[in-house]
C-alpha cells in the first residue's frame, strides 16, 4: 500500500521547532513557567487518568462529539464536490475554542495555579475561558482589544456575565495582537499565580504543539465520521486560519494520509492588493513575534503592520508555527478570501442550510463556494464549521444598514 | 579589552557601580537622541543603553511603551538608530552604546549585515529581550565575529543551573531583572534582589547590572550595594516624554537626573 513505509509525521523537535518555525523567543522571566507547562503536558497527555477527565468533559460538558454534517442544498447548489461541515459551531459556547480552554484549564487546575488569563479577538476564546474558569472556580482576567471590544459587544457581555474582569488594551492596532502583548505583560508579572491560556496554535512552544493536541478531537472524530458515513476518506479538508487551531485541529490526524488534500483559509480583507489584510502565509515574511518564529505581515524595518478583517478572530498579523512549516513542505495549500466573499458565504450558508456561520468560519465556506463547483462530484470535502455567527449578527446587519 | 568590558573592570577596580542610562531612540524626536546621548554621559553615566522602539513591546511597562509609540510614529527604524550611534561617536568615542530592542528588528535586517553595520556605527553591544539563550546562537555567531557583546537576562524565576549556563554563554555583563514584571514596574524588592544576586554570583563571573523597576536614589542606592551597576530607563524615558513639547529643556533635565542617581550610588 501507498505511503506505508513512510516514516510518520513527527513534529515538533527539540525546543518545539517546526522545522525552522516555532520556537521559544520570550522574556527570560517565562521560560521557567514554560518549562513547568512542557513537562507538565508531556506527562500527562498519555496519562489515563487525565485522557479519561478530559474525555468525560468534552463529552459531558463540551457535547462532542459534533456532527459531521452532510449539506445537500449546499452541495447541490454549488454542482461540485460532495459537502460536508465539521459541526464545531454546536460545541458548548458556540465554537471550537472550549476544546483548548477545556483541556487547558485541567492543567491549571493540576499545577494549582488559581487565576488564568487569556486574549481573545472574537471574543470566543475568551467566552471559552471565561467558562471553563466558572466551572472549575478560578480567577479569570481577559485582555481584549477596544476595537474588537466594540465589534463582539455581546461576547463582552457573556464574559462578565461569567465572572471575568475584560480590560481593554489600548495600545498599537487595539485588536488580537496587542491583547496578546498585555496577556504576556500580565503573565511575566503574576506568572507565580498564573496560568496563561493562549487561545490558538501559536506563541513559544509547548503552546503550538499542546493546542494542536487539543484541538485534534476535531480531526479524529472527523477522520472515522467520514470513514462511516463514506467507507473512505475524504479528498479535501479546508478550514480558516487565524492562528491556526481549529486548521490544525481538523487537518493534524490526516497528515500521514496522503491522498487528503488540506486548504487554510486566510483573510484577505479588502483584498490582498491593498495592506488591508489578515493574510501572513499569503503575503508575509518569517520573523519573530509573541514568542514564536513564523510568517508574519511585517514592514521592511521588522515592524509589524496593521491587519485587518472582518472577522475580529482572523484578525492577526501572525500565525502558528506549524502551519508555517505546512506551507514551505507543501503539507496544505493557503489561500485567502475577501471580506466581501465571506460575506456572501455567511448568507450563503444561511440560505441554504439553515445554519449562521461565524464571519471567521464563513471564510472556509467562502473558498468552498468557489472551488467546489470546480470539483467531481464524487469528491469528498470537509469544511471546518469553527463557530457559530450569533456574535456577528449586529456586524452584519449594520452593513445592511440596520440597527439591532 | 572591549570598550563594555574596559568600563565595567575599571568601575569593579576602584570599587564604585557603574550606571547604565536607557533612553528610547527617537524619543520625543529623531534630533533629541543624541544630545540626550551625551546629557547622559555628563550627568555621569558610564553606559549608555538605546531603545530600538518596536511595534510589540512585549515586556515594557507604559513608559516606554509610549515612548515607542512615539518614535515609530517619527518614522525611527532599526537603520536610523544605527545613524544616531554614529553620530554620538563622533562627539565620544569612550562611553559604551547597548543596544536594546526585540529580535524582530534584527533579523529583518539580518544577523550578519546588523553585525557588520552596528560595528561600523560604534555600537558595544546589544540586549535582546525576547531572545533567550537557547536561541541566540546564530544570532551571537554574527555579533562576535565584530568583537560585539550580546547580554544575557537572568530572571527572579530562572534556576541557578539555568543562569550557570546563561553566564557561561553570555559576554560584557548580566542583565539581571530585578522582579517580575515588565520594567517600569512599582515593586521592587530589594532584600529579594540582595538575596538572588549573591546566589547568581556564585555561578556567575560576569559582572551583574541590575535593571527594572530602579526609580529614584533610595532604590538606586539599595540595588548598588549589591550589584556591580545599576541600569535605569523608565524615569528617564519619562522626563523626556513630559518635556516633549519643550525639548530644548530635555539635556538639562536628563544630567541632572542622572548626576542624582550617580551620587546615589557613589555615596553607599
Ligand atoms: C469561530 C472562530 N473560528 C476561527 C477563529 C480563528 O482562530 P483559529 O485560526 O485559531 O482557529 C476564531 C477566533 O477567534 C473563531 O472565533
Avoid at chain 1, 119 to 126: L, M, N
Avoid at chain 1, 302 to 308: A, E
Wanted: proline share 5%; charged share 20%.
Amino acid at each position: 500500500m501507498a505511503g506505508t513505509n513512510k516514516t510518520p509525521y513527527r513534529e515538533p523537535r527539540r525546543g518545539g521547532r517546526f522545522g525552522p518555525y516555532g520556537g521559544r523567543f520570550v522574556a527570560e522571566t517565562l521560560m521557567h513557567a514554560l518549562d513547568q507547562l512542557t513537562t507538565l503536558y508531556e506527562a500527562l497527555k498519555d496519562d489515563d487518568d487525565f485522557r479519561r477527565e478530559l474525555d468525560h468533559d468534552l463529552a459531558s460538558y463540551v457535547g462532542r462529539p459534533t456532527p459531521l454534517y452532510l449539506a445537500e442544498r449546499l452541495t447541490a447548489e454549488l454542482g461540485g464536490a460532495k459537502i460536508y461541515l465539521k459541526r464545531e459551531d454546536l460545541n458548548h459556547t458556540g465554537a471550537h475554542k472550549i476544546n483548548n480552554t477545556v483541556g487547558q484549564a485541567l492543567l491549571a487546575k493540576r499545577m494549582g495555579k488559581p487565576r488564568i488569563i487569556a486574549e481573545t479577538g472574537a471574543g470566543q476564546h475568551g467566552v471559552a475561558t471565561a467558562t471553563v474558569a466558572a466551572r472549575i472556580g478560578l480567577e479569570c482576567r481577559v485582555y481584549m482589544g477596544s476595537e474588537d471590544i466594540a465589534r463582539q459587544s455581546a461576547n463582552v457581555y457573556r464574559m462578565k456575565m461569567l465572572g471575568a474582569q475584560v480590560v481593554p488594551v489600548e495600545s498599537g492596532s487595539k485588536t488580537l495582537k496587542d491583547a496578546m502583548n498585555d496577556a504576556m505583560r500580565d503573565w511575566v508579572t503574576n506568572v507565580d499565580t498564573t496560568h496563561y491560556i493562549i487561545g490558538s496554535v501559536a506563541g513559544p512552544h509547548p503552546y503550538p504543539m499542546m493546542v494542536r493536541d487539543f484541538q485534534a478531537v476535531i480531526g479524529r472524530e472527523a477522520r472515522s465520521q467520514c470513514l462511516g458515513l463514506e467507507g473512505r476518506l475524504p479528498d479535501l479538508l479546508v478550514a480558516c486560519i487565524g492562528g491556526g487551531s481549529n486548521a490544525m485541529g481538523l487537518f493534524y490526524p490526516f497528515v500521514d494520509d496522503e491522498g487528503v488534500d488540506m486548504v487554510g483559509v486566510e483573510a484577505a480583507g479588502l483584498g490582498l492588493g491593498t495592506e488591508q489584510h489578515a493574510a501572513p502565509l499569503n503575503a508575509g515574511t518569517p520573523g519573530v513575534l509573541h514568542g514564536q518564529h513564523t510568517y508574519l505581515m511585517q514592514d521592511q524595518d521588522g515592524q509589524i503592520m496593521q491587519t485587518h478583517s472582518i472577522s475580529a478572530g482572523l484578525d492577526y498579523p501572525g500565525v502558528g508555527p506549524e502551519h508555517a512549516y505546512w506551507k514551505d513542505i507543501g503539507r496544505a495549500r493557503y489561500t485567502a478570501v475577501t471580506d466581501d466573499e465571506a460575506l456572501e458565504a455567511f448568507r450563503l450558508l444561511n440560505r441554504t442550510e439553515g445554519i449562521l456561520p461565524a464571519l471567521e468560519s464563513s471564510h472556509a465556506v467562502a473558498w468552498v463556494a468557489r472551488e467546489a463547483p470546480k470539483m467531481a462530484t464524487a469528491d469528498i470535502v470537509i469544511v471546518n464549521l469553527s463557530g457559530r455567527g450569533d456574535k456577528d449578527i449586529n456586524t452584519v446587519a449594520e452593513l445592511d444598514g440596520i440597527g439591532l | 579589552m572591549s570598550r563594555l568590558a574596559a568600563t565595567l573592570a575599571a568601575r569593579l577596580a576602584g570599587g564604585t557601580r557603574a550606571l547604565t542610562a536607557f533612553i528610547t531612540a527617537g524619543d520625543p524626536g529623531p534630533e533629541a537622541t543624541v544630545p540626550a546621548l551625551h546629557a547622559l554621559v555628563r550627568g555621569g553615566a558610564d553606559i549608555v543603553e538605546l531603545g530600538v522602539p518596536f511595534s510589540d513591546p512585549e515586556a515594557e511597562g507604559p513608559s516606554i511603551q509610549r515612548s515607542s509609540e512615539r518614535a515609530l510614529a517619527n518614522g525611527v527604524t532599526l537603520a536610523s538608530v544605527l545613524d544616531m550611534t554614529r553620530e554620538f561617536r563622533n562627539g565620544n568615542d569612550v562611553t559604551p552604546v547597548v543596544l536594546m530592542g526585540y529580535l524582530n528588528s534584527v533579523m529583518r535586517m539580518g544577523y550578519e549585515a546588523f553585525a557588520c553595520r552596528a560595528r561600523e556605527a560604534g555600537v558595544d553591544g546589544l540586549i535582546v529581550v525576547n531572545l533567550p539563550p537557547e536561541e541566540a546562537a546564530e544570532a551571537q555567531a554574527s555579533l562576535a565575529r565584530q568583537d560585539l557583546d550580546l547580554i544575557f537576562l537572568v530572571a527572579p524565576t530562572t534556576s541557578s543551573e539555568r543562569a550557570a549556563r546563561i553566564a557561561q554563554r553570555g559576554s560584557g555583563f548580566i542583565y539581571y531583572v530585578s522582579l517580575k514584571g515588565v520594567t517600569g514596574a512599582r515593586h521592587l524588592d530589594t532584600a529579594d534582589v540582595a538575596r538572588n544576586i549573591s546566589a547568581l554570583r556564585e555561578v556567575c563571573s560576569l559582572p551583574v547590572q541590575v535593571g527594572f523597576g530602579i526609580r529614584d536614589a533610595e532604590s538606586a542606592r539599595a540595588v548598588a550595594r549589591v550589584a556591580d551597576g545599576i541600569v535605569v530607563g523608565s524615569m528617564l524615558v519619562d522626563v523626556m516624554g513630559e518635556r516633549r513639547d519643550d525639548p530644548a529643556s530635555i539635556p538639562a533635565a536628563l544630567e541632572k537626573r542622572v548626576a542624582l542617581l550617580r551620587d546615589a550610588i557613589d555615596t553607599l
